[in-house]
């Protein structure tokens, strides 16, 4: 550790550390300190690739070791210490591509999932980050690398979770095709849905044969009409029109397959591959930035307010900038002193309100800042934040 920031009561009321340093000592020094023991609910980073790229010449830069072995062994070592600074109930999560070598890639997400399920994790889940502005790759022999995963691994069987902040509205697979509805289009609620009519309508649905001639099912209007929706209106949640939630089939042996399912008005559960795009360089800051919306979703999901969030490759300072927006406190780590005074500054200018507004859309869209901007009508992302005080203007 070279020097320290600490800032107690900023506007946003967040704390956040930065330090200077190797995070497999930092880590370990942190560990032996009582007060940052079992402090964090999130670890959340984006290791350096292997033998991608240097970030400047320190030897012990990761990324840079001799054999992949190694680098996994230091990445396990360092998540290993990161544990011990971990709640009980805490998490996590790693965003890490895979490095191709000749034909072969070397399968660095997958070893590090084994090597840290060896070391007492419980693998949650691999998230595929399917980025799809993605650059087309020159190999014939090979497929251009259009996602990287996020690997979410509890300390414990059990994690704090958080499903309802980052639910989902819209069909993200069709994202910019399928728009969302004017208001007078969309039904939030069934009117007089129908029991005897659903009764008469599932009977005959699941009294089919495999030769019972499709056209002497009910229509899938007439299946939404009975449950008391407009089969010509959309639902709120995913946009589709409600003709699309009816089903006429039975699916395999699922007997008890729903005919007509509404979605959860509060927005569906996102899944596992995360459609979000890469963004351009901020000025002249050249990393494999990690994009705000999706650290927002990983905070909004295995954290919430006034919790602890650590990055112990902290880069410009994405995670501290969202855990800023979203009232987080923040400790990060990164080899170099540039890289502390970028994220330093610009943590400080997320926490006085100094934001760049696209930013600040990006993480409310993951966030619950997005729900309460559509219940509020009219309201703008600007005003809300204006008016919620949740950040000052710039
Ligand atoms: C992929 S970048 C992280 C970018 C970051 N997510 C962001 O949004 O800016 C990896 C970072 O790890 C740092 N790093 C490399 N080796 C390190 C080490 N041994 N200890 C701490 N940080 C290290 C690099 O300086 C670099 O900033």
């Known amino acids: 550790m070279k020097e320290v920031s600490n ?14 340093g190797d995070s497999r000592k930092e880590l370990v020094r942190l560990a032996r300190d009582s007060s940052e023991k079992e ?11 292997f033998g991608h790229r240097h ?17 996994i062994r230091n990445l396990a070592d360092i998540f290993s210490a990161g544990r011990e600074l971990l709640t009980n109930d805490g998490s996590i999560w790693i965003v890490i591509g895979d490095t191709r070598r000749n034909m072969h890639k070397l399968m660095i997400p997958h070893r590090l999932a084994l090597e840290l399920v060896k070391r007492d994790f419980t693998f949650r889940e691999d998230i595929v980050w399917y980025k799809k502005n993605n650059i087309a790759s020159s190999a014939r022999s090979n497929f251009s690398q ?18 309802d902040d980052i639910r989902v509205k819209g069909n993200e697979a069709r994202e910019g095709r399928n728009k969302t509805p004017p208001e007078h ?31 002497s099912l009910p229509s899938t209007s007439e299946i939404s009409r009975a449950y008391g929706y407009d089969p010509e209106k959309h639902c709120p949640t995913c946009y589709r029109k409600f003709k699309r939630h009816a089903t006429r089939k039975r699916i395999g042996d699922h007997k008890h397959y729903p005919i007509f399912a509404v979605c959860n008005p509060a927005g569906k559960n996102p899944g596992n591959v995360w459609e979000i795009s890469t963004k351009a360089h901020y000025g002249n800051e050249h990393f494999a930035i990690f994009p705000e919306d999706l650290v927002a979703r990983i905070i909004s999901f295995a954290s919430q307010e006034g919790d602890w969030v650590l990055d112990p490759f902290m880069g410009r300072g994405t995670t501290g900038i969202v855990c800023a927006l979203t009232g987080r406190n923040f400790t990060g780590i990164d080899l170099y002193a540039n890289n502390k005074k970028n994220a330093d500054r610009n943590i400080a200018n997320a926490v006085r309100g100094r934001y760049d507004k696209k930013l600040v859309e990006d993480v409310a869209r993951q966030t619950e800042l997005m729900r309460v901007l559509q219940d509020r009508g009219t309201l703008t992302l600007q005003d809300f934040l204006l008016t919620d005080g949740t950040l000052s203007s710039r």
């Open 7 to 20: 800032r107690e009561g900023l506007p946003r009321q967040i704390s956040y550390d930065l330090y200077e």
């Open 39 to 49: 402090k964090y609910r999130l670890i959340v980073t984006s290791p350096p690739y």
């Open 55 to 71: 970030y400047g010449e320190h030897a012990e830069e990761l990324g840079q070791e001799k054999t992949d072995g190694e680098f």
């Open 146 to 163: 259009a996602y990287e995963y996020i690997l979410f691994l509890s300390k414990h069987e059990k994690s704090f979770t958080n499903l």
């Open 185 to 215: 289009r969309i039904q939030y609620k069934p009117i007089n849905s129908d029991r005897r009519k659903i009764a008469e309508l599932e009977e005959i649905i699941h009294g089919a044969k495999p030769n019972t001639p499709f056209d």
